[in-house]
T-cell receptor, first 116, second 113 residues
Framework: GAVVSQHPSRVICKSGTSVKIECRSLDFQATTMFWYRQFPKQSLMLMATSNEGSKATYEQGVEKDKFLINHASLTLSTLTVTSAHPEDSSFYIC????????????FGDGTRLSIL | GDSVTQMEGPVTLSEEAFLTINCTYTATGYPSLFWYVQYPGEGLQLLLKATKADDKGSNKGFEATYRKETTSFHLEKGSVQVSDSAVYFCALVLSYNTDKLIFGTGTRLQVFP
């Protein structure tokens, strides 16, 4: 079964709305989680590294004030797209490393965000 | 910096054809290499992996060999099926279980009956 749960799977909302996406590790603790954005032509871009109990590390070119990341516990990281606009429409995917797994990271199923 | 380069798609094949999707990498250390698959409307799934040179990863009829001398990790399958239609991502990580994955741009495979 899924070891990383991402919610919601799909969001459709009006321009100017803030949208929160949750990423939960279900049966392991994750001090670090990664947030990716997937563009229409397939490329997967790392947006930021979420760190439990401290500030997220953002990749170059990613607006910190637009994409707020909070990692308040060892099993939950949230990405909030603030004042979303149509250009923020995309597929957002989170992942979490699991030191006890033979996989480097477990991925959520992604969130399809559509801003009207 | 570290990077992964994949052949551009889409790759269009008939059922039972042979598949190759090329992947090469650039890395400062000794990475582990992966192929992920994304079926339509779904998230990423690990398809196969190799953690050191000359390792061969395999799963569901797909194979890829870690070639250090050519810095490559090409994905192959001898006979594709319609159900293999998906987007395939090559990726590397420098520090297993702790570091970020670096992805290629993805290659869309379309298999027709």
């Amino acid at each position: 079964g899924a070891v990383v749960s991402q919610h919601p799977s799909r969001v459709i909302c009006k321009s100017g709305t803030s949208v929160k996406i949750e990423c939960r590790s279900l049966d392991f603790q994750a001090t670090t989680m990664f947030w990716y954005r997937q563009f229409p032509k397939q490329s997967l871009m790392l947006m930021a590294t979420s760190n439990e109990g401290s500030k997220a590390t953002y990749e170059q070119g990613v607006e910190k004030d637009k994409f707020l990341i909070n990692h308040a516990s060892l099993t939950l990281s949230t990405l909030t797209v603030t004042s979303a606009h149509p250009e923020d429409s995309s597929f957002y995917i989170c992942s979490a490393p699991d030191s006890h797994s033979n996989q480097p990271q477990h991925f959520g199923d992604g969130t399809r965000l559509s801003i009207l | 910096g570290d990077s992964v380069t994949q052949m551009e798609g889409p790759v269009t094949l008939s059922e039972e054809a042979f598949l190759t999707i090329n992947c090469t990498y650039t890395a400062t250390g000794y990475p582990s290499l992966f192929w992920y698959v994304q079926y339509p409307g779904e998230g990423l799934q690990l398809l196969l992996k190799a953690t050191k040179a000359d390792d061969k990863g395999s799963n569901k009829g797909f194979e890829a060999t870690y070639r250090k001398e050519t810095t490559s990790f090409h994905l192959e399958k001898g006979s594709v099926q319609v159900s293999d239609s998906a987007v395939y991502f090559c990726a590397l990580v420098l520090s297993y279980n702790t570091d970020k994955l670096i992805f290629g741009t993805g290659t869309r495979l379309q298999v027709f009956p």
